[in-house]
């Protein structure tokens, strides 16, 4: 069966540096999805991306925060400068389609560390 | 805004027992409803959806029907085993005819042989 994939599985960073957080989306998918879930806080949605654009973005997606699709089958979070409230478990997610019927499927996650 | 609320957890029970896990929603417009779960060092999982009122989703045994009346999705199994024991996501889409999802807190299920 298909599935989502994500590298790396665990990341440790300085506070400050950048980190690049991949995923492999589902092959057909067009829809693709970060959430990021805090120690003992909910899973919370960032931002979605279509047709290589952004189509919604959370109040937590900054300017510290980009995405890019950059060769058709990965799919990347960028955090340019890295602070400790970063450090959180980051899933990306693919559907078919966008509409409020079409189902999301998550990789494994990414932990991300911010020392 | 749309926003999900789930019962606290950890939810101990012993293998055979019935579960419910609430799961309540307030929203705009029309959402669907998702449970998802997640096994211990692993991605989070569908479990069921239900797309419009009065719908019910159903698999590997679990249930919840979506109830506008009064604005729930409880999540129930007849027959818990240890195989179920992770954590439990209620969720919905944000307001809108958007794919993003909203996501309760996560209610951990623990069944114990």
């Known amino acids: 069966e298909p599935e989502v994939t994500q590298t790396p599985s665990h990341q440790v960073t300085q506070m400050g540096q950048e980190v690049i957080l991949r995923c492999v989306p589902i092959s057909n998918h067009l829809y693709f999805y970060w959430y990021r879930q805090i120690l003992g806080q909910k899973v919370e949605f960032l931002v979605s991306?279509?047709?290589?654009?952004?189509?919604?973005k959370s109040e937590i997606f900054d300017d510290q925060f980009s995405v890019e699709r950059p060769d058709g089958s990965n799919f990347t979070l960028k955090i340019r400068s890295t602070k400790l409230e970063d450090s959180a478990m980051y899933f990306c997610?693919?559907?078919?389609?966008?509409?409020?019927?079409?189902?999301?499927?998550f990789g494994p996650g990414t932990r991300l560390t911010v020392l | 805004g749309n926003s999900v609320t789930q019962m606290e957890g950890p939810v101990t029970l012993s293998e055979e027992a019935f579960l419910t896990i609430n799961c309540t929603y307030t929203a705009t417009g029309y959402p669907s409803l998702f449970w998802y779960v997640q096994y211990p060092g692993e991605g989070l999982q569908l479990l069921l959806k239900?797309?419009?009122?009065?719908d019910k989703g159903s698999n590997k045994g679990f249930e919840a029907t979506y109830r506008k009346e009064t604005t729930s999705f409880h999540l129930e199994k007849g027959s818990v085993q240890v195989s179920d024991s992770a954590v439990y996501f209620c969720a919905l889409n944000g307001p809108g005819n958007t794919g993003k999802l909203i996501f309760g807190q996560g209610t951990t299920l623990q069944v114990k042989p």
């Open positions: 997610a693919s559907s078919e389609g966008g509409r409020r019927t079409d189902t999301q499927y």
């Open positions: 991306f279509y047709n290589n654009e952004i189509s919604e």
């Open positions: 239900a797309t419009k009122a009065d």
